[in-house]
């Protein structure tokens, strides 16, 4: 049976005890001010992050793969941040692995028992070979999900990277991973709806873990998407700029560029700064490790 009274997300919140009786004014302005407490709450934490996105970006280097692996809201958020990875920063789609228990319909709609399985999620990730090389993130607001746990010990078993991302210190999770992110903003506004406060908390880890990760690939140059995929006519027109930000030319020069690296933002920049033909610019890139800057420095050295 499990004891409520021992997870911090299941606790009451005195500051939203008569929600149900204010003005929506008042009702929404409660709201706020218990969702600014998120960021503050993540500020702690930040040291195991970054190195959490250090072992990511090496991991990924040598040729593995970051999983994200959760119940419910959790999956969806690992899901979520897993399918944006291809058109923003170019990845491959089977880089970033997002996995719910009870699968795609998951997604869609609760899926009854599913999160208290411990064998669906190995078997969940054998699907994809997961292995040794292999990143898992965790993710579980009250860090007891069943389905979760036996992930992270699973990925331990194997000798995987095992992160967990909780929301209340002390959980199994956390004490079996080899990093635990351990955020606490505190009892939800309404008791136990773990999809708000700490919903958000997973959220903007979850983007410091992608961003920061694809950050240290090369995959931004400045604060610019350099390896966007153009995949619509938004993302196109994204590339277009970008191009024109970083090199300082004229729109027809922007999109030839582009034409002649196949849409490839970054290749298409490097072409324009070098003056090199596109296979010698994409030599170069390469030699670099897809790092513009640092490819830029080797032609000037």
């Known amino acids: 049976m499990i004891n409520l009274s021992q997870i911090a997300t299941e606790q009451a919140n005195p500051a939203t005890k008569n929600i149900d009786e204010l003005s929506t004014l008042d009702m929404l302005k409660t709201i706020n001010a218990e969702d600014k407490k998120v960021a503050c709450a993540i500020e702690p934490v930040l040291p195991t992050i970054g190195r959490v996105i250090d072992i990511i970006a090496e991991k990924l280097k040598k ?37 719910i228990a009870g699968g795609t319909p998951a997604i869609f709609k609760a899926v009854e028992g599913a999160e208290d399985s411990p064998e669906l999620s190995r078997g969940d990730l054998n699907e994809y070979c997961f292995c040794n090389k292999d990143v898992l993130v965790g993710i579980a607001a009250s860090g007891r999900t069943p389905y979760t746990l036996s992930a992270v010990n699973y990925a331990k078993e194997i000798g995987a990277t095992a992160v967990s991302l909780t929301c209340s210190p002390d959980s199994p999770m956390e004490k079996v991973a080899d990093y635990a992110i351990v955020v606490q903003p505190g009892p939800e506004v309404i008791t136990g709806s773990t999809r708000l406060k ?3 908390a997973q959220k903007m880890v979850l983007n410091m873990l992608s961003t920061g990760t694809m950050i240290k690939l090369g995959k931004v140059y400045g604060h610019l998407m350099v390896d966007v995929k153009a995949s619509n006519q938004k993302l196109t027109e994204r590339a277009t700029r970008i191009v024109m930000d970083v090199t300082d030319c004229d729109r027809e020069t922007a999109v030839k560029a582009l034409n ?3 849409g490839k933002a970054k290749l298409a920049i490097f072409h324009i700064i070098s003056g090199e033909a596109i296979e010698n610019s994409k030599k170069l890139l390469e030699e670099a490790d897809g790092y513009i800057g640092r490819a830029i420095k080797n032609i000037t050295k």
């Open 63 to 99: 040729g593995g793969r970051l999983f994200y692996i959760g119940a419910g809201t959790s999956g969806r958020l690992g899901i979520l941040d897993a399918v944006e990875c291809p058109p923003t920063f170019g990845t491959a789609p089977g880089l970033v692995i997002g996995i």
């Open 260 to 262: 002649n690296a196949k």
């Open 198 to 200: 700490a919903g958000t």
